[in-house]
């Protein structure tokens, strides 16, 4: 009897050693107890009995998911091939195992197919300029698709942009001529501009006597200052005397 009962004890030790587990602080057991779940357990120690319970360990961290590069047609007709990275983590670690088979496979495939869509909604253009508003509606969607496992959609990130060769030089094409039309624009801007200020000194010149010859004055002095240059002075025939073609008049011989 004695041996019988120290057996058992023994056999007790031995199935209460192999149930014990030892939960990390990020992962939490899901039990299932008979084929029911009866709750979740973690972190620490924790004992599961063989034979009547089966645990399943779920990883409660952020998960990043990598999505491969999907080939979709743009709403302008413009073939792409976009990729992107998602953030998710488990919330409900219970419905993660009784509502679907693979909730990391699942959400995979969500995130595939809806990120395809949206590239299909979308222009080119859109893809390349609004990518925040693009990746609020892929974290939305695809987060209201896994809701129901358990599992919470942090953030899609759109990562990589690829289009055909033939697109990306009409688009350097498009883009240097913008900014040949925006340098064009500046410099017309400048000569209006200088125009107007010329027309104001003109104005304010053509007002004040005197003002111009000061000016000629001004201009002679600064071509004076180059050494290599010819200087030719203008002077007005009235500052010429009458009285000297009167004395040539006059003249005897």
Known sequence: MVEILGGLLFLALILTISGLRFVKEYDRLVIL????????????????????????????????LPIPPQEAITRDNVSAKVAAVCFFQVIDPVKAVLKVENAMDATFQVAQTTLRTIVGQHDLDDLLTERDTINQKLSAIIDRQTESWGIKVNSVELKDLEIPVNMQRAMARQAEAERERRAKVVAADGELQAAHKLKEAAAVISSQAGAMQLRQLQTMLEVASEKTSTLIIPVPMELFPEGGKDDEEDDPQ
């Open 33 to 64: 107890r008979l084929g029911r779940a009866v709750g979740v357990r973690g972190p620490g120690p924790q004992l599961v009995f063989p034979l009547i319970e089966r645990a399943q360990k779920i990883d409660t961290r952020v998960i990043t």
